[in-house]
């Protein structure tokens, strides 16, 4: 049984940045994977736009090689792919300046649901909110989708929600996160709220500590010039973690409904201590393996951009006082891991003895590179000899538990591109949670610059900087290892 297809209104989707790398990797084989599960009803239309002069059949040759290279097996399919591009359109169109808009009203049709998807550099986002407006492109269930970064600071992130403010209701924007858009990182929250068995445990008084780690095995070639001005903590805590510590964290809502949802992770983010300069650790990936150092990466010998952060976080609220969450993100570790990891407390007395051992309950939520969620129970260990305790998981990984059930289930762009089409925002962005979230980040970069804080080296294809180790060595805990 596959797992059930909910069918979606027709709509049109104009994607500006149509020719770029986002577009292609993901948004592109996104739409034809739901194109194939009959989620692009007839009389739909998916429209790339950007400056350079194609034709529509140029265009859609683009489409068809991207999803060859991105789109994975059923995109090996080329009659799938020929019917998926008989919905693609293409027109230039200069976000800046005043050609193209006539000809993209002309492709749109006027009782159908309408979203732009900003898939351009953040610089245009403004340009292109005005042009849509000044051409009568917006109505007012009109949707735009808008890509990180949103904003650099907060001050900037301010402006661009002012500015985006100017012609669009908060209700038709969409700052996406993909992180959000994972099947598990819903879960997480089906996990919290749809059982008995967490919630009661899910506070201060049993759980030590929580770890949330994205590594990555990358190093940033091909985007040094965007990295080195963002750095770990603009690129990826800021958003990725900041969510997933929310998500967490935050009290249950009382519907499943947006803005539900969206106040009870602001009220998270509002609650987070300002982070100590002894809680935080910063690196930078040295060369090895034939592979350059982060410095040889963006071209800058004296570069002082972090490609590594780890951080104590405490969330100053009834739940969560004298909890910690540690947070950790790199580039060029030792394995591609994201993971979240909930660990629980001792039992407040072992009737064992201490030759029997102790462990803790462990309940690990994995993301990437596969997504499912591990509980560690402490069972006998099997045999003679006494008791003698042992840490055995209770897999719940989804590919093995649903097996068939997962055909047809979407990857995260899929899942959060269906839901702008449907109208939901649930799993995308507030504008205060964005200011928010920003305003706890200012402080930390900013110190960094005050003292003109020069990254810790660490070794390319390792865990990270030793003191991120020694951080954590303090409070009497350690990282989990990064699975290979
Ligand atoms: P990219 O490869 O540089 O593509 C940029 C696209 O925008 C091109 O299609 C370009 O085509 C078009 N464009 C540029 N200026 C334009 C204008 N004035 N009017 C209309 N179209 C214009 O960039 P990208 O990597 O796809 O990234 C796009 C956005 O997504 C950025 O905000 C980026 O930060 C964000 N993002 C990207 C990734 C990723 O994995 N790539 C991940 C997360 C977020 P023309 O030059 O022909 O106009």
Redesign the pocket.
Known sequence: MVSRIIPVETFDLVV???????????ILPALFKRFCFGQVPDGSKVVG????ELSTLDYRSLVAQALREYGGEMAQDSEKVSAFCEHVDYVA?????ESGWTELADVLSPDVVRAFY?????G?YS??AQGLQRHGLVADDTRIVV???FGHDLETAQALNRELAQFFNESQIYRID?YLGKETVQNLMAVRFGNMLFEPLWNAQYIDHIQITVAETVGVAGRGG?YEKSGAMRDMVQNHLMQLLCLIAMEPPAQFEPDAVRDEKLKVIRALDSVQPHHIVRGQYTAADGEMSYREDVDNPRSKTESFVALKCLVNNWRWAGTPFYLRTGKRLSARDSEITVVFKDTPHSIFGPEAGQHRNELSIQLQPNEGITLNVTIKEPGPGGMRLINVPLDMSFAEALGPKLEGTSDAYERLIMDVIRGNQTLFMRDDEVEAAWAWTDPIIQGWEARGDVPKPYDAFGNGPDDADVMMRRDGREWRGLDK
Do not use: N, Q, W
């Open positions: 500006f940045g149509g020719t770029g790398d986002l577009a292609k990797r993901k736009a950007a400056r350079g169109v200069d976000a800046r300046g900003f898939s351009v550099g953040p245009v340009d292109l890509e990180k970064p993909h965007y």
